[in-house]
């Protein structure tokens, strides 16, 4: 038999470590492994390319040519390795939804997130938002009676939080994080100072000290607060000590690599590569890692008693093919990183870490509820990343116990993601489309008269991405039907069933009424509007305290590994190592307990660079010389 | 030019005084900057999205004089002198000969992207260890050898009066890595003998090489990536090939293809004046969009003149005005030349690069206001809003 293809892998085919996934955690966890002398091999599913320079141009080029500009609107369609798509899903007449991409759904509601399956994983398309969790998110359970606590403090995690924001380079405001009470360190300061504000966010600090009450009698003082994101901007001298900060650079061109100057297009590429990626991390892998794309693990292979002996993947060389060959390797320890999704459907094939009926399930995500208006001005949307500051003041204590708490992102992007403006202004100004008859509008505007229409219209738009705390909820899952839902390479697609309990539900309601007031005291006109259209209710549509509502995915999928301390009821410890199989890690967002209102990459990562130094641990000690006592000893010890 | 052809002029010697190595720093700032409209024409020709290796080699030498001009600057400043980039000497008119190198060489004008453009970076890049090295009058071969004279200078001066009284500057006046990374190099501060030599090797090495062979020293210096020097980064585009790893400086590249496309340009009447098309004002708005440009850029030049003059965070302005400079050329660069000969030959209309002495006073006013408007200090944060919070209203 002729092998098709061979890989430096097939040569050494027994590593310290196999780690699935070259996403955040990951690469992380690839290179501080690498960096303590382990060998490692780091398999990513998807394709690579956009490390070199001209790679990346191409996926500029991708999303610019995309028409709609959707999270994966940068990356080319991969058949062997698909990723979901928010485009998916269709709303259906009579209420509903279909989905006919990568995901099957079953569930009453939809889930309507993505992630990327391609080298760097869904930090390529992220945004770069990087909070921390506040003490009060790790044990809901105990102090509010909802979701489920962390087996970790706030405090446990403080050190790994420090420096994930050195891996990740953050710039931020640590002043404004420790009023907030996520930063507790009087000393510390971001290794960057914050991104500038923007107009908007100065436009909704005018309404600093207004108090809004929510329909739970919870009422707030609002602050408009900046957000730290991992995104290059003025190194500040006085970061580690007053050692300072050097940025990481462009991947792919040397000498490049620029502070953000507001291209406004973060989700999903910055053309400057201002924004942080793990291709970073992965540029400075040492060479005991091997790092190999285009490699789709289908099975961790279990060994021994309780271990698990290394990972089953099929190679491909044509990503619009399933044309693959199957391989497997050895590894002492085995580090699923894929996303929380994919790290599931991988455990729930393998028919690992069974014994408490929790993987795939506790599916979250941020269910995030948009909020419309034009305020009487121009504010100047699209410019800068997504946002920059926010309103904070729902996210923690008081009635969080009696609706789910909700982080208010204050939009630069305009009405892009509630109405695909600009381009839906462009079009409803010319009168395209027609009237619901099929004739077409005799109102369009032309030349001058459009420009001032869309200058005006455009330049006031105002929008609020409200995202809302879903809390573990074990009927939220994950599962796999390999004999009737398989991909193009065999493997079982994920099966997702997925709904908003009564408390998320709450949340989203609060937070669509306290949008209401914050518009009126910014004496905005609202637009918001969550109601059928034609009969045909909009996609994530519900209704709840008698009003209609909508949400849409954050992106932020977890829980499907769930971490606690015992085996029966979570699946991983605080270390995202199984309680089942001491050589099989979980890590990722699938390990989180809950995820707060926080953007979860930089929880992520400080659990990664957590997991890593375990990691380290327990290779050291495989590593051991074995004491035998030997026949000489004995007869001089008698 | 305001030393430049004085230093040219007096001809190949090592500077034996403080006032004379102040003078060939600030020639150093003004050869720097000489090349800047020129990359830049040969940059803004390309048609957009075409050529892109090409263009992406042309913005990484442009990026890397920026930072030798900052680097000039920084030595100028620590050892004393005061660097003038404000001055309406500063930037002489197109076609200019290149001083303090050999006096043979043609003269260096605003090309379009063409084999004659390349042939003119060339020039300017070309390493000692391929020019002739024939003695002529004045003994200049390169700008390295220049540099050579400046490093000398600064070691004997410091032998006989001690280090202390040649960095006598003052430390604020440094531009540091905080306003300038990632951008062909990071800036550091220049306070002593040791980082001045080191200055001097990052500008002579990435322009002509380490070692006499065709590699900067990025790699030793900053721990990056090392690169061509800037000649081989540009013989690679005009031979249409790429180096291999083991080519010499002497040896044309033998590696693989580059993809270039000339025809992918917008060829233009380099020598074209402002006047030129004032005359067709009535017909074509490039005679004012060739204004504004030059007023924009003057503007560049004036943050430029302070960030070297103590504020260094104005450093943080000069980017949004070359965002607007690349704008503005994209806009300016792919009309017809409005004289309706020349638009009939192909030639489109051009960037002029003429600076006057009012041009720089109305920078200076618009940089002060500026800088007042964003709250500019050193040492604190950037956050340039305050600058468009009063055209809010504008956006629109």
Known sequence: MTAAATGPETRRDHYDAVIVGAGWSGSLIAGRLGGQGWRVLLLEAGEGGTESWSGHLDSVSTYRSAVAKVPNSAYRHNTAAPSPDVLDLSPKKGGGYTADGYFVQDGPLPYRTDYLRALGGSGMHWLGAVPRMHADDFATGTTYGYGRDWPLTAKDLEPYYEEAERELGVAGDAAEQRKLGVVSDPDYVYPMHAIPRSHIDEHCRRIDGAEITDPMEDTRTLHVTGIPQARNSTPNPAYDRKKGYRPKGAVGLPNYGERCVGNASCVPICPAQAKSSPLRVQADLPENVTLLTRRVVTRVLRGQDTRVRGVEYRAYNDPASSVSEARSVRADIVVLAGHAIENARLLLFSELAKTSDQVGRNLMDHPTTLAWALAERSVGPYRGPGHTSGWEDFRFHGKRGERAPFRIEISNWGWSWATGAPMSNVTSALGLGGDAGGTVKPDGLLGPDLRRKLGDDIGRQLQLQIAVEQSANPKNRVTIDPSRHRDALGNPRPILTYDLDPHTRDGVYAAYRVSEKIFAALEATPYTDHKPVHGVPQLGHFRHRETDLTYQGAGHGAGTHIMGEHANDSVVDSYQRTHDHPNLYAVGCGSMPSIGTSNPTLTMSALALRSAEQIHRDLAALNQPVVVRSAAGEKEKA | ?396
């Not at chain 2, 030595?75 to 008119?93: R, S």
């Open chain 2, 1 to 396: 030019m305001i030393f430049a052809e004085k230093v040219h002029d007096a001809g190949f010697e090592i500077p034996k005084t403080l006032e004379k190595l102040r003078e060939y720093l600030q020639a150093a700032l003004e050869v720097e900057h000489l090349t800047i409209p020129v990359y830049m024409t040969g940059m803004y020709t390309i048609r957009p999205g075409t050529n892109r290796t090409a263009y992406y080699a042309i913005r990484s030498v442009l990026l890397e004089e920026m930072l030798h001009m900052t680097l000039a600057a920084n030595l100028l400043n620590a050892v004393g002198g005061k660097p003038q980039v404000e001055h309406p000497n500063f930037v002489k008119e197109y076609p200019v000969k290149l001083p303090l190198s050999s006096e043979k060489l043609p003269m260096i004008g605003l090309r379009h992207f063409s084999e004659e453009a390349l042939r003119t970076f060339l020039t300017i890049e070309t390493p000692r260890s391929i020019s002739t090295g024939v003695r002529e009058g004045s003994g200049w071969t390169s700008i390295g050898q220049f540099y050579e004279a400046i490093r000398q200078g600064l070691v004997n001066l410091v032998k006989e009066k001690g280090e202390h009284e040649v960095f006598k500057g003052t430390p604020d006046l440094q531009v540091g890595p905080e306003d300038f990374y990632n951008s062909g190099g990071e800036v550091f501060a220049v306070k002593d003998l040791e980082s001045a030599q080191t200055a001097i090797r990052v500008i002579s090495e990435q322009g002509e090489g380490v070692h006499d062979s065709i590699w900067d020293s990025d790699d030793q210096i900053f721990g990056e990536e090392r690169q061509l020097a800037h000649y081989f980064r540009f013989n690679e585009i005009y031979t249409g090939r790429c180096y291999s790893p083991y080519d010499s400086p002497k040896r044309p590249p033998s590696g693989p293809l580059v993809d270039v496309s000339w025809n992918d340009a917008y060829p233009i009447n380099g020598d074209s004046k402002v006047a030129d098309y004032k005359e067709h004002q009535a017909t074509s708005a490039v005679y004012d969009k060739a204004v504004e440009f030059n007023t924009v850029y003057a503007t560049l030049l004036s943050c430029l003149h302070q960030a070297f003059n103590g504020q260094s965070r104005t450093m943080g302005l000069a980017v949004p005005t070359m965002l607007e400079l690349r704008d503005r050329a994209e806009q300016l660069y792919r009309n017809p030349h409005p004289d309706p000969e020349l638009a009939e030959k192909g030639c489109f209309a051009s960037a002029t690069f003429e600076i006057t002495a009012k041009d720089l006073e109305q920078a200076r006013e618009r940089v002060d206001r500026l800088v007042d408007a964003a709250h500019l200090e050193n040492d604190e944060p950037i956050d340039l809003s305050g600058i468009t919070a009063e055209s809010r209203e504008q956006f629109a």
